[in-house]
T-cell receptor, first 114, second 110 residues
Framework: DGGITQSPKYLFRKEGQNVTLSCEQNLNHDAMYWYRQDPGQGLRLIYYSQIVNDFQKGDIAEGYSVSREKKESFPLTVTSAQKNPTAFYLC?????????????FGPGTRLLVL | GQSLEQPSEVTAVEGAIVQINCTYQTSGFYGLSWYQQHDGGAPTFLSYNALDGLEETGRFSSFLSRSDSYGYLLLQELQMKDSASYFCAVKDNQGGKLIFGQGTELSVKP
């Protein structure tokens, strides 16, 4: 079955720690996205990548980093510089940047700070 | 800048029809998308309107008026499982990313 997987489902971060959220897709999509969602809020874009080995900052990139070494994978690192990381993180993909209106989302990772 | 406005909450009864409105302000417009998100779940794509008019997909329809910078999602024959948040979204003016509204929480009552 084609789709997007994210792991882990829940992640706990200690003070000063970097953590990495995994996102993998087998849809053969070129474009991938990371969003942050806070309770009762919409989705805010952290980073996006329209092609392998290239990515752009979204609206709230500070304190986050990404890589896109493979088409299937777009991991997100939440660094210690992100002072308020507790949120629901969603990864998505689309066929291409030109068709980004139709995005397919993974199940999400809930990040909590200890 | 770009912004989208939608009501924060809507309540309706099972079997009824409900309309969720979305108005947008954007310097370049490509089309309006709608997504559904159940509590704790992932958003799922519902529809996309690039041209004026009504698009129907089963019990759900989506409408766009480019001249009024306005669209809506129409849900008919409401079911309890339709209780969810609904987001409208537009491409940004460079066409590289989606801008999402704050979402409308729909509660369907028996």
């Amino acid at each position: 079955d084609g789709g997007i997987t994210q792991s882990p489902k829940y992640l706990f971060r200690k003070e000063g720690q970097n953590v990495t959220l995994s996102c993998e897709q087998n849809l053969n999509h070129d474009a991938m996205y990371w969003y942050r969602q806070d309770p009762g809020q919409g989705l805010r874009l952290i980073y996006y990548s329209q092609i392998v080995n290239d990515f752009q900052k979204g609206d709230i990139a500070e304190g986050y980093s990404v890589s896109r070494e493979k088409k299937e994978s777009f991991p997100l690192t939440v660094t210690s510089a992100q002072k308020n990381p507790t949120a629901f993180y969603l990864c998505a993909s689309s066929i291409g940047g030109a068709q980004l209106e139709t995005q397919y989302f993974g199940p999400g990772t809930r990040l909590l700070v200890l | 800048g770009q912004s989208l406005e939608q009501p924060s909450e809507v309540t309706a009864v099972e079997g009824a029809i409900v309309q969720i409105n979305c108005t947008y302000q954007t310097s370049g417009f490509y089309g309006l998308s709608w997504y559904q998100q159940h509590d704790g779940g992932a958003p799922t794509f519902l529809s996309y309107n690039a041209l004026d008019g009504l698009e129907e997909t089963g019990r759900f329809s989506s409408f766009l008026s480019r001249s009024d910078s306005y669209g809506y999602l129409l849900l008919q024959e409401l079911q309890m499982k339709d209780s969810a948040s609904y987001f409208c979204a537009v491409k940004d003016n460079q066409g590289g990313k989606l801008i999402f509204g704050q979402g409308t929480e729909l509660s369907v009552k028996p």
